[in-house]
């Protein structure tokens, strides 16, 4: 029994839990993030939807065919390439046929495919048809030509492109999203004729910055219009650094008391939006809208009809406050996430994803120019052979009749290959006539005039940048259209209306919990020792504020969130998680709030020690998933600090490697938004240094700062001058007895 129970053993390869399952993630993180989820720069499409189209060209679905059953092409997708669940390879499909998803559909169907109001009522695929779009044909165009690498299928029966030679940048056309292992994508839709202007541009400029990129493409433009508030949108960040937000909201015109309504931001629902501003008027939230009605129809998929009550406020007055309160107005996450040429996903800004593609358009032409050169050189090679045959032709006839094997002679007398031989042989018997030889020396001389005219392009990088700044021309005037998507500029932000029923003012406290769960109180707060919290949470900061002021709330990665102290929950219990009135990211947790009606100022700074002063009035954020204000995705927002910059001074940074600096406030810029300036420098030796501790200080305050044996360390404001330097210096250490992350600010001068 031991002696089977070695040899079992033995035959085992052994290895951790903690290995293994490290090794299985990593695997499936790179299969969903390459193979699933986010879309490739070559033909911008993701790999079910590659199959999807390269499936219904074989199928032979062209734009100028009969449409056929989805069910079929479907079948032939999980068949053949794809064998994954039905249902979201036709949700996929329909997806690509949808005119107000995609700027350039690449499906035709026929059926329900889902409507504007909800993409997702489309019919089951047994009752869809469908076929290739003519659009399609720019990303199958010269597949087979020697333009692409090919690989095996699932289960190695068949080849399939590894991605297909598209004529034009399909990722910032039709645009992508996606979520991945630790990654998502979001690319919004582009206008073509934009981005075949931007690309001729560069192709002509390679040293253009993505400023002069811009001149040519200022804004995405979605499929269903709507108006893009350039001041409240981060394009410039967007096209720089790959990152940053859309802010879209709905067109209308007003005649006398009546609005109307016609377009929406992307992907917004009419029905929702109605139910939306249904459920104010039966709040009794609003008295100034009469009614609202859908009137939309074929010819006008979007037609709102919102009909004014009383004289008090106009069209545009009632428009910004449904902005302010409804999806009319939407923000976007734009984040350029791109499976790149080389195979890895990558943020890029615009020059890197334009610049990117023109280099694989121009290898893909090459490739095209090189498979139809090899042809001519082998077609050439015949002609040669039949030219030689003309020379020789009765001896050739007089061998073929009388020899049995008449291949030795037939070679060596025109010296001919195996090739020419084998063509020789098979010629039809009216090609010996005299008209034929005329015909053969006429393409062997068009033949030879396209070998040198293709060399000669191979040769030249300007001819071969001509001859693509040519063809996107030609495709321009085909497939461009006017854009959809209006850019507005400093267009004021929206705001709510002020309810008819005056609020008193009132004294209000509000208790934030470690776990980002809220409440209210009357009265102010003195102390903390009575309050409760859930099991597992703990008391984080709290404000003393009126009930009608507004509060503004941070999370880790620098979002901020605004909510009217009224409208929070009372006091009862513990409260109500902010997750259930704003979307915060899981696992990110809410660090600080303030009040972002008075008139201090407020720090905010990164672990990584970047930071800048908000002005308090500045923070203000009207949408559920609240505003970006600070910018650096590879660091968390430590606790915001709001202060009276008329007060203080000197702010105080220390680090968890124990260096603390002390700068000038009046060294720190004031923005609404953004990365910020060096607070503190944090050698890129270290990169796991950061941040624990960042407030402000005046004279007859001082710092206490604990050690792990709760003995504390106090340094009065007088005696931080070696800490006092430039906000780019290093800091200097505090002693190493001083280790523990608790700090604290004592507001008074007596010493201990």
Not at 549 to 554: E, G, M, T
Request: proline letters at 4%; hydrophobic letters at 35%.
């Amino acid at each position: 029994m031991a002696k089977n129970k070695d040899l079992f053993s033995s035959n085992i390869d052994k290895i951790s839990i903690g290995a293994f399952s490290e090794d299985a993630y990593l695997n499936y993180s790179m299969y969903v993030i390459l193979d699933r989820a986010l879309p490739s720069l070559l033909d911008g499409l993701k790999p079910v939807q590659r199959r999807i189209i390269y499936a219904m060209s074989e199928l032979g679905l062209k734009h100028n065919t009969k449409h056929k059953k989805s069910a079929r092409t479907v079948g032939d997708v999980l068949g053949k390439f794809h064998p994954h669940g039905d249902t979201a390879c036709y949700e996929a499909m329909v997806m690509m046929a949808q005119s107000f998803s995609y700027n350039s559909p690449l499906i035709d169907g026929q059926g329900n495919w889902g409507t504007q109001d909800d993409p997702k009522s489309f019919a089951a695929m047994r009752y869809t048809e469908s076929k290739l779009t003519k659009y399609s044909d720019l990303l199958l165009r010269d597949l087979k030509n020697g333009t692409v690498e090919w690989i095996p299928n699932f289960d190695g029966s068949l080849d399939e492109p590894k991605y297909l030679p598209s004529l034009i940048p399909n990722i910032l056309v039709n645009g992508s999203s996606g979520i991945a292992v630790g990654m998502s994508t979001d690319i919004p839709p582009h206008n073509l004729g934009e981005i075949i202007l931007a690309l001729q541009h560069l192709l002509k400029n390679p040293k253009s910055s993505v400023e002069e990129l811009t001149d040519f493409i200022p804004a995405p433009d979605y499929p269903t219009g709507g108006s893009l508030l350039r001041n409240e949108s981060d394009i410039d960040e967007i096209y720089n650094e790959g990152t940053g937000n859309i802010k879209l909201r709905a067109e209308y015109t007003s005649k006398s008391k009546e609005i109307t309504v016609t377009s929406l931001p992307y992907q917004a629902s009419t029905t929702k939006i109605i139910e939306q501003i249904q459920s104010q008027i039966i709040d009794k939230k609003i008295s100034f809208i009469g009614s609202v009605e859908d009137q939309s129809d074929e010819k006008n998929p979007v037609k709102i009809i919102i009909r004014i009550k009383g004289s008090s406020n106009t069209a545009d007055d009632v428009m910004n406050h449904l902005y302010f309160t409804t999806d009319l107005e939407k923000t976007y996450r734009v984040n350029l996430n791109i499976i790149t040429s080389e195979g890895k996903p990558k943020v890029m800004n615009l020059k890197e994803i334009l610049s990117q593609w023109l280099a694989f358009r121009v290898d893909t032409y090459k490739k095209q120019l090189n498979y139809e050169n090899n042809q001519i050189l082998e077609r050439l090679h015949i002609l040669e052979g039949f030219l030689i045959v003309y020379k020789y032709l009765d001896k050739i006839i007089t061998i073929l009749r009388n020899e049995d094997n008449p291949k030795p002679k037939i070679i060596k007398i025109g010296k001919f290959t195996e090739i020419q031989y084998e063509s020789i042989v098979n010629m039809r018997l009216r090609n010996i006539a005299k008209l034929e030889e005329k015909k053969i020396n006429e393409e062997y001389t068009r033949l030879k005039e396209r070998n040198k005219e293709i060399n000669s392009i191979l040769k030249s990088k300007y001819k071969l940048n001509k001859l693509i700044i040519e063809q996107l021309d030609e495709l321009s005037d085909e497939y461009s259209s006017d854009r959809r998507t209006n850019v507005l500029d400093d267009v004021s932000s929206s705001k709510q209306i002020k309810k008819e029923i005056k609020i008193s003012n009132e004294p209000m406290s509000v208790v934030l919990s470690t776990n980002g769960w809220i409440k209210s109180n009357k009265g102010s707060l003195d102390k903390i020792d009575n309050l409760t919290f859930k099991s597992g949470d703990s008391f984080l900061d709290y404000l003393n504020i009126d009930n009608d002021k507004q509060v503004a709330f941070f999370d880790q990665k620098g979002f901020l969130y605004t909510m009217t102290v009224n409208d929070m929950p009372s006091g009862r219990g513990y409260g109500e998680s902010l997750k259930k009135y704003f979307t915060i990211d899981d696992g990110i947790h809410v660090i600080g709030m303030v009040d972002s009606k008075n008139t201090n100022h407020t720090l905010l700074c990164t672990e990584s020690g970047y930071g800048f002063l908000c002005d308090n009035h500045d923070l203000n954020s009207s949408n559920r998933k609240g505003k970006a204000i600070i910018k650096n995705k590879l660091s968390m927002l430590t606790k915001p600090l709001s202060f009276d910059k008329g007060v203080y001074n000197h702010y105080v940074i220390i680090t968890d490697k124990q260096y603390m600096l002390v700068g000038k406030i009046s060294d720190i810029p004031i923005m609404s938004k953004g990365k910020g300036v060096k607070l503190i420098n944090i050698p890129k030796a270290d990169p796991k240094e950061k941040i624990i501790f960042s407030g402000v200080i005046k004279g007859g305050e001082r710092l206490e700062i604990s050690a792990k044996n709760k003995r504390s360390k106090y340094i009065e404001f007088e005696d931080l001058g070696p800490y006092i330097m430039n906000r780019t210096r290093r800091g200097k250490k505090i002693d190493n007895k001083y280790t523990h992350k608790n700090v604290k600010l004592i507001y008074n001068t007596g010493k201990k």
